[in-house]
Nanobody, 125 residues
Framework: QAQLVESGGGLVQAGGSLRLSCAASGRLFSSYCMGWFRQAPGKEREFVAG???????YYEDSVRGRFTISRDNTKNTVYLQMNSLKPEDTAVYYC???????????????????WGQGTQVTVSS
C-alpha cells in the first residue's frame, strides 16, 4: 500500500515560485505514473501535470512553460516546480499515483489509485 505526503505549499506573490514535493512510501513507486492535481474552491479537481516511469511528462495547457514536474526514484519523491505563479493557480495541490505502463501518462483522475492529503498554494495579486 503506497502512501503519499505532500509538502512545500504556502503563500507567494504573483510572479513568484514554489516547489512542491511528494514523498512516497512503498516499493512500487518507480513503476507508477505520478501526477499532480489541484482543486480550487467551488471547482472540480483538475489534472496539472504527470510523469511516467521513463520521465516523460505532460502538462495541462494553463501551466505548460511555467511548471515542471520531475521525479527522483532513488528518493521515492516527485516534485512540481512552479514558476511565474498567478492568482488563478491558487488551489489545494494533490499528488497522486496510478499503476501504468512504462510509457503511459495518466490524465484521467479515475485511474489514480493513491492520493496525498493535499497542500495549499495561495498566490496573492
Amino acid at each position: 500500500q503506497a502512501q503519499l505526503v505532500e509538502s512545500g505549499g504556502g503563500l507567494v506573490q504573483a510572479g513568484g515560485s514554489l516547489r512542491l514535493s511528494c514523498a512516497a512510501s512503498g516499493r512500487l513507486f518507480s513503476s507508477y505514473c505520478m501526477g499532480w492535481f489541484r482543486q480550487a474552491p467551488g471547482k472540480e479537481r483538475e489534472f496539472v501535470a504527470g510523469i511516467n516511469w521513463a520521465t516523460g511528462t505532460y502538462y495541462e495547457d494553463s501551466v505548460r512553460g511555467r511548471f515542471t514536474i520531475s521525479r527522483d526514484n532513488t528518493k521515492n519523491t516527485v516534485y512540481l516546480q512552479m514558476n511565474s505563479l498567478k492568482p488563478e493557480d491558487t488551489a489545494v495541490y494533490y499528488c497522486a499515483a496510478g499503476a501504468a505502463g512504462r510509457g503511459d501518462i495518466i490524465r484521467d483522475i479515475r485511474r489514480y489509485n493513491y492520493w496525498g492529503q493535499g497542500t495549499q498554494v495561495t498566490v496573492s495579486s
